[in-house]
């Protein structure tokens, strides 16, 4: 493998590794918590603990280590319906982030972006923390005023589209759930 | 019963019957859209409009509302990978692939006519299997739920695309988060750390919405496109096409009207478990398996049949034991009872007028709204060609509030967003959420039948009962079969 | 979809804005016009999802509350179910005690959860309202059953039950029960009243307790099943042949597997806010046309005067706590 694809293929896995661990920890985590209930009632969370822990180990490893796909290739075997799959790229638990699209008759939804990885992340973490910034507003404010204002927020902030565009979304997707939920509501005398 | 066909009949065409089924059926439609609104909220809202009101009027407005949930639910599910009811869910995997292509059309049109269809199918076996439904009720016990909870979670070995181990990892996850909550058959209480809103483990409304609407509209947001990613593939034509690939199919249509019903039928098995075991029939039972989850009409067609006709085959129960088939029952006998209805043996003999107005809305109020999705099916395609970057926010909006709308808890949003951001990272790692979906909805079922079973029975419960062994033997067959033809194939083209 | 002429789109903002400011202006004054109770819609919280007996007979009462409180205010019904009862009393519990929020309650039941240390809620401190029934148990076997008396499950080896977890009444009745009697029971658990009857309808459990209303399709209706005596002082008339528990010998039971659907608001209520919510609920509750709806949907009205739903929770306090080792000991 040449240096840049061996880069790029370093890149990709970071955040594939990442995920894999957390999986396991959540597993790990369920199988331990699960030893305190009586034993009925502990039987099949710790079973599925300890299968998916087992499992996701074994995916971690394929996945850190290359080499081992081969020797435990029933860890990359494709499904059922994957049958014609021989124009996606080998190795399934690729991410398709990076922009090859998985097979010729579904459009390539995944496409790249153009963002490198670690630049996708961040945005998720920024809608993720917009989204968390609505719930927070629905907590304390009227739903009317935590919709607009998340909205119209969003719309320009991070899909960069001019104020104009965002303030009419934001109001036009207002007066939607004003009418229908007010409505609704109304509607119970 | 059937004397009063005629009369019935005169009831519902008299004026202003068939305005309150527009209106019902439209508040219907409205409510099975809007992702975390559903069934039993449209009841409860149209409960105190109908106080007061003529009982025949009140079944249509009700009845009219109930009809058009299952197919109100598919629109979203179509044309924006968002399931409106839990129902619906199978209808996205190929639902949205096709609106993804520009064929949103004919996925909406299939959709509409498969569920009308359906719809009616349900309606005829309810009202020809009312004398004997009763031994079919009957003939479920713990060993035939449990066998069908696992047919319908071998539906992730058939369906998972992609790495099957990852599809049982995410399996795994999906069975152990189904275990979260009181348990009656233990009587602990798992994983809710301390809070009471875990109790009754992860609801699935707002699981859905995080899973299907937050997490897509993530992507979609991300991906800067349209949801429809090919050119406008003829609007007129495609929900032509879409309808006669029905009748193309018919075989497969009727196949599935009989699971919806037959499961329908059989109460607490609920329809959330009928869309599945359908979807997985489908792609199973085919020849050609790989295009499901890619666009194929038949992945739309089996859902959506099975999840109307489910409807009637619900009716039984509640209509001979009183016994409530499905959550939309429950409601609807609590309104019957409020409307002084006794639902029940005794309804039957004493108001059988009373049943078959609600038969025949049932059937009327799927067919106004196939005729409305069909119809508006234009309007509706016109939201896959909106840039995703103005419809993102507006699905994360709806969405959230949808989960906030049930029952006004923060909790369902927030479940919401972290299902949401599980579902994105397990599409972009390949992680089956469908595999997920189905384990959460079923795990619960198979786990309390599986130790029912077990305290009466032991073992051999399972296997010494007939239609649960019939049953198991189906569900290996369909698991094995697939590979064991897929091995043969490969043979038989390696041979000169 | 590209934005057309500049100013067009900007009326269109402009006037959406100016419609949703006023409308949220309007609906902002509604709130602030009156000071008196009731000022506003209120809000009836109820812990169970639609269509149980709690939410149909709720509904069923809310015309009448209307009736009898002043300026016929809006009422609209709140399901929150979830918790076991306490999410939805949890959230009457930490709403404004002005009135304008009230939920039902299940007792006995509701006071385990307070009983075993697990509620939030202190239903002594609550503000009780009324009482809508009184729901009447009925012990009923299947017909495939081998048993069919009293003296026959005493005798039995094992006898299978439908319950539905032992933290609810029917639950907790049918445990006491076969406690008392010296039953040896085996508890299959369901997640619902509806599933344990089916199963005892075909036949795979022997015993199915629960109240009259949601058997009597069973045992009134058809004969699915076949009930053997009744939790209350005198005989239910549908079914006069069926002996009271009390008759059988064990009257003190009565008091244990019965329930009530009592309805409360927060803590705290001023006493005349209290004082008119209390009589609409008395002549709601004694209303003779309510009370036919009732009795047509199988159901015992019993109004409460406010001091007897007090003495009644402390009783039913006390009660689950003499049980509480037997509680436990079946929720290991």
Known sequence: MSNEKKRKHKAVRTDVILFDMIILCFFLLLAVLSSAYNPRARSIPMALGILGSVMMLLQLLVDALPGLRSKLHFVGATGLLAKKDSARPKGPEKPHSEGTPPSDQAPPVRAGNGLSIGGEWWRVLRVVVWLAGFIVLLAFTNYLIAVGVFIVLVTRFEAKESWKRAILLGACTNLGFLILFELLLKVQF | MYEAALPALMVMLAWPAPLYLVLGTLLGLLFGILPGLGGPQVLALLLPITYGMETHLAIVLLVGAMSSIAFGGSIPAILINTPGTPQSAATCFDGFPLAQQGKAGMAIGAAATASCLGAIFGALILTILLPVGRYVVLAFSYPEYFMLALMGLSVIAVVSKGSLWKGLIAACLGLILSTIGYDPVTGSVRFTFGTDYLWDGIRLVPAFIGLFAIGEAIDLFLGRGKIAQSPYAGRIGGIGKGIKAVFNHFGLFIRCSVIGTLVGIIPGVGGAVTNFLAYGHAAQASKNPEGFGRGDIRGVIAPEAANDSKDGGALVPTLLFGIPGSLEMAVFLGAMIVLGLEPGPRMMMDRPEVVLVLIYTLVAGNILVALIGIFGAGVLVKLTYVPSTLLAPVIFALGLMGAYLTHELLADVIIALIFGVLAFAMKRFDFSRIAVVIALVLGGLAQKTFHQTLLLWGYKGFFIRPISLGLFIVTMAMIVFPYVRSKLLARGEKRP | ?332
Not at chain 3, 84 to 109: C, F, V
Not at chain 3, 284 to 297: H, L, M, R, S, V
């Open chain 3, 1 to 332: 979809m590209a934005m057309v002429i500049d100013k067009k789109w900007l009326k269109f903002v402009c006037l959406s804005l100016v419609i949703i400011s006023s409308i949220w202006v309007l609906t902002a004054n509604e709130a602030a016009a009156k000071s008196e109770f009731p000022s506003k819609t209120i809000s009836y919280v109820i812990p169970t999802s639609p269509g149980g007996g709690f939410d149909t007979f709720s509904r069923m009462i809310i015309p009448y509350l209307r009736k009898y409180l002043p300026g016929n205010p809006n009422i609209i019904i709140k399901n929150l179910p979830g918790g076991e009862w306490k999410i939805g009393i949890n959230k009457m519990y930490r709403a404004k005690p002005d009135g304008h929020t009230i939920g039902i309650l299940n007792m006995p039941a509701n006071a385990l959860p307070q009983v075993l240390g697990e509620a939030k809620y202190d239903l002594r401190k609550a503000t009780w309202l009324g009482n809508i029934d009184d729901v009447t148990y009925v012990t009923a076997l299947s017909l495939k059953s081998k048993y069919k008396t009293l003296e026959a499950l005493k005798k039995a080896p094992v006898v299978t039950s439908g319950t539905v977890g032992l933290a609810s009444t029917a639950g907790l009745g049918t445990v006491l029960a076969a406690e008392r009697m010296g039953i040896k029971m085996k508890y299959i658990p369901h997640s619902g009243s509806t599933e344990a009857i089916l199963a005892g309808i075909r036949g795979d459990v022997d015993w199915v307790q629960y109240p009259f209303s949601t058997l009597k399709k069973s045992i009134v209706d058809s004969q699915d099943l076949i009930p053997v005596w009744v939790y209350s002082k005198k005989r239910i008339d549908q079914i006069p042949n069926v002996p009271t528990i009390a008759e059988l010998g064990y009257p003190e039971l009565v008091d244990v597997v019965k329930m009530l659907r009592p309805v409360a608001a927060p803590p705290g209520l001023p006493d005349d806010i209290a004082k008119i919510w209390q009589d609409a609920f008395w002549k709601a509750t004694n209303d003779p046309e309510f009370q036919k709806k009732q009795i047509a949907a199988n159901a015992s009205p019993l109004p409460m005067r406010p001091q007897e739903l007090e003495d009644m929770v402390e009783g039913a306090i006390k009660l689950l706590e003499q049980y509480k080792d037997i509680i436990l000991k079946h929720r290991k």
